[in-house]
């Protein structure tokens, strides 16, 4: 049986167990809903991946199930709470990792089973929209007013408008995603891996203006569109990784600190662009922006300056809940944001789920 619907209309303390492992970080929280946070753990793997240059499925599936159980244990240990204590399981359903998506399914699945509890499935891309919706954000969310939120990972660039009837996405990537072009950039310009934060520190020493690089335009003829996209508001940045790998080519001995700095500006304007266009063209009452990337400073300070410039509030994922973790997850099920299973054991993965379409594909 399959339902959606809102734990925050339970009457009484609703705790919800989440787990997220959609790729490479094991996460599990504890949550009393709507978005008190009572435990909220994420083990990296970065250092079993780094001998590699980036994820390894087969490892990072592994190293979940080794660390599931022991996550799971101190997650509630950690919150004070015994098994009994839960009323429901929330998990990552999707997209992400075949192997990854699978650890962290089969796990809620024989708890919510185990103690007999609803599970309920959540799309990895809303939960990093609810992400920016912690504290004080929640006020936006409860106001009725429609906002614009912009989620920007290693493996995900969109933009997304939320409001009383729910969430539409209206802008996309068309290639690679923000993260995934730092990650690139890193790698062509030899710097270490994670790429995006050693890109981030190779930039702090360089001029952002020294090298003109592309913006990714998208021409509005791209005619495979989801209904509610619009062309102007979607990225690509599949050039502009081509466009840093001939610079380098043609200038081998260009400063690295300058060419990482331009770099890192081209991909900040890029989005900074569409989000101004989204204001002109949606009007809406507030920004957020979260994911990954959304940790990155002078992405947070350019859309701090695009919000003053609009005199709209800005609502930024706090950093604990930028990356991958499993609080975003539960709160995104607490708030309806997901699809109830009863009957735990029919819940299916789906590594390509698509934002804002149902879980099965039907």
């Given amino acids: 049986m399959r339902e959606t619907g809102s734990l925050t209309n339970l009457k009484g303390t609703v705790r919800i167990l989440g787990i997220e492992t959609s790729c490479d970080e094991t996460a599990v929280a504890l949550v009393e809903a709507p978005d008190r946070i009572l435990a909220n753990l994420v083990d990296s793997q970065i250092a079993h991946h780094a001998p590699f240059g980036g994820v390894v499925p087969e490892v990072a599936a592994r190293l979940h199930v080794e660390r599931v159980p022991d996550l799971l244990a101190t997650a509630l240990r950690t919150a ?10 929330a998990v990552t359903a999707g997209p992400g990792l075949a192997t990854s998506l699978l650890v962290g399914a089969s796990a809620a699945k024989a708890l919510a089973i185990r103690l007999n509890r609803p599970l309920w499935a959540v799309h990895h891309l809303e939960g990093h929209v609810r992400s920016v919706f912690f504290g004080t954000g929640r006020h936006w969310l409860e106001s009725g007013s429609a906002g614009l939120v912009l989620v920007v990972s290693g493996g995900h660039t969109i933009l997304v408008q939320v409001g009383p009837e729910g969430r539409r996405l209206v802008g996309m990537t068309l290639d690679d995603a923000a993260g995934e072009a730092l990650d690139k950039g890193a790698r062509l310009l030899g710097l270490e891996y ?26 509005d003829r791209f005619n495979h569109w989801p209904e509610t996209v619009r062309p102007e508001l979607c990225f690509s940045f599949s050039g502009l990784k081509t466009a840093l790998l001939y610079y380098l080519r043609d200038h081998p001995d260009a400063n690295r600190a300058d060419v990482a700095a331009s770099y890192l500006h081209a991909v900040v304007e890029a989005i900074a662009a569409r989000i101004e266009r989204g204001i002109e063209l949606l009007r809406p009452a507030y920004i957020g922006c979260g994911g990954g990337v959304a940790r990155n400073r ?31 997850i539960v709160a995104a099920a607490a708030d309806g944001w997901a699809e109830q299973f009863r009957l735990p054991e029919r819940m299916p993965i789906r590594p390509s789920w698509a934002f804002g379409t149902p879980l099965d594909g039907g």
């Fill in 194 to 219: 994670p790429g995006g934060p050693a890109l981030e520190r190779e930039a702090e020493q360089g001029d952002p203006w020294a090298v003109k690089f592309p913006s990714g335009q998208v021409s």
């Fill in 80 to 89: 004070g709470v015994d098994w009994a204590d839960l009323d429901t399981i």
């Fill in 298 to 328: 002078r992405l947070r300070e350019r859309l701090g300056r695009v919000a003053s410039s609009y005199g709209l509030p800005l609502l930024l994922a706090a950093p604990e809940l930028c990356t991958d973790n499993a609080a975003m």
